[in-house]
């Protein structure tokens, strides 16, 4: 292979990797170091809103560049996080955290998964049940005349060699 083509692979394989290494590279002054602590566990916190599966950290997005500096001037106000949350959670609703609190709309989806499976649970056991009282009866509605036959089917089978 020559090696004009091997620098141009080497090139375009180069140039594909720096797009995926493109990041968000934001520096912000913090005036304690718990506070730079509690910024990127916030942000780790927060969802984009516009990119949906995405932190505010990770996320490029303008709308996330932007809660990233309301994070930060807000806890350099002397804001706590659950205040923080609450400001967030009331701007853009349950949906801005990663792990929603437990209560109002939130409770359907942390109790349907135990809801379903007991469901599911009680649906079998009725089946089953159904199944076997089903059974039994069968075995208990057949007349005396059905009752003959079987016995003479069965009789005659006992004496076949």
Request: proline share 5%; hydrophobic share 45%; aromatic share 6%.
């Amino acid at each position: 292979m020559p090696a004009r083509s091997r620098m141009m692979i080497l090139l375009l394989l180069g140039l594909a990797l720096a797009q995926r290494a493109a990041a968000v590279v934001e520096t912000y002054e913090f005036s304690e170091p718990t506070l730079e602590q509690r910024y990127y566990a916030l942000s780790q916190e927060l969802r984009c809103p516009k990119c949906q599966n995405q932190n505010i950290a990770d996320s490029d997005a303008p709308i996330a560049r932007d809660l990233r500096q309301l994070l930060h001037s807000q806890l350099e106000e002397g804001a706590s996080d659950d205040e923080i949350l609450e400001y967030m959670v009331a701007r853009y609703g349950e949906f801005v955290r990663y792990r929603p609190r437990f209560g109002g709309p939130s409770m359907v989806l942390w109790l349907a998964p135990g809801i379903l499976l007991l469901m599911g649970a009680c649906l079998a056991v009725l089946t089953i049940r159904s199944r076997s009282s089903a059974a039994q009866l069968q075995e208990q509605s057949i007349s005396a005349e059905e009752a003959q036959r079987v016995r003479a089917l069965l009789a005659q089978d006992e004496d076949k060699p």
